[in-house]
């Protein structure tokens, strides 16, 4: 294995450091090898070392993200994807695991279900990041599980000092280096709300307070959802639209300068009917931070992809609904890359309409309830895309950049989805 960090200057990114114009910087061992040869070693190094070599140089950028490298890496390290996707339905919890196509192509073959056995038949919350899963059971609301579904060797961790219902399992912050972990469930029986981390290394639990927010009870909303990425997690603030990180080992909390983009909804009527789409925070590959929600189209994105709708009717907008009391077109499925230079969220992707009207009308049509959830999820290269009933589920896959649809397993109803990483802990 060559090491690149101390042979090979470039890689030396850190503040203070020489540019890479630097004649110091230059290394004959390096700049010798064929670009060819160069990628080859590039692409065997973990996803997570990608973000800080792209900012060696111009044409380090370039290569490291090239639709042909990415191929490369993908094929070259199989088990750096995301290949588990849980999906708890009815009183189990099911995992799809996708494999590396036969012919060594840079495909996945649709996912392999199995059911897992869990220390809980019903489950009432659950997180997870990594490869390690924490789960919350319903009929006891202080029973925390912990554990890796492919070990299926679970850990029931001691009851925080002080539960109650108004609680919510927030996140898991796994250490990989150590094979440590903190779980934190945010408590709402106080007068603002207070955060108990668990930590395995003193199996025990610690309560901490939030800061106050502007102009709200607390930084941290009850709606909120979190994710892990790089040591922090991210957790979405709906009322201020605004995403805070919380760094569990220093204890310090802030909030990301790039607000949620201006158009992101997280609910629509349609039909008599809610659809609740709560946006999501994921780890991208790369280390890239990736947001997943629905939008509001602009008038102009609206008008052009207009294909039929009469005065007093419902719309059809490239296969997307068109309300005629507000006139918004809702996209609900819309990936979102931070730039971090800028402080501004990116677009890369819509779900094509016709397959979100599919997923919604058939989870809508098979629940008959008011309220229809839309759940995001994903890690990685992969983000997935699930409504409550629906029989299948999309799949939007971040390196050919393609929607595909995922068959499901058969669920009486389904309120929780999560995409993990293929290694055990």
Known sequence: MVNLVEPSAPLRIAAGSPSPADP????????????????????????????????????????????????????LNPRARPSLFLYNHAAKISAGIWEVAEDGGAGLTPPTWRDLRIPTAYVREWTGAGAIVCLRSHLTGSAYSVGSPFSEQWTVLPSPPQTSILSKLWAVVPRSSTGAYSVLVLQ??????????????????????????????????FSSTAAHVGGLVYSIQMESRSIVTYDPHRDVWK????????????????????????????????????????????STCASSRLCSGSAGEVGSVDGIILDDERGDVIDYAIVWEL?????????????????????LEEAIE????????????????????????????????????????????????????????????
């Open 188 to 221: 709402l029986n106080c007068p603002s709300v207070q955060l108990d981390v668990y930590e395995s290394e003193k199996n025990q639990w610690v309560r901490r307070e939030i800061p106050k927010g502007s102009g709200k009870a607390s930084l941290v909303s």
């Open 366 to 425: 098979s629940r008959k309830a008011t309220v229809t959830p839309v759940k995001y999820s994903g890690h990685a290269e992969t983000v997935t895309v699930m409504a409550t009933g629906a029989q299948c589920a999309l799949k939007f896959d971040m390196i050919q950049e393609t929607w595909s649809w995922m068959d499901l397993p058969p669920a009486v109803n389904c309120d929780l989805c999560l995409c993990l990483e293929t290694k055990p802990v």
């Open 24 to 75: 110091a910087m230059i290394t004959d061992p390096w700049n010798s090898l064929p670009s060819d040869l160069q990628e080859l070693v590039l692409a065997h190094l973990p996803v997570s070392e990608h973000s800080r070599l792209r900012s060696v140089s111009r044409s380090w950028f370039s290569s490291l993200i090239s639709p042909q490298f990415r191929d490369l890496h993908r094929r």
């Open 339 to 359: 730039e971090w230079a800028s402080g501004e969220w990116k677009e890369l992707s819509r779900a094509p309409g016709h397959m979100c009207i599919r997923m």
């Open 255 to 298: 909030t990301l300068k790039a607000g949620l983009p201006q158009n992101l909804v997280f609910q629509d009527a349609r039909g008599g009917g809610l659809i609740q789409m709560m946006p999501q925070v994921i780890q991208g590959c790369k280390g890239k931070l990736i947001l997943v929600g629905a939008a509001v189209c602009s």
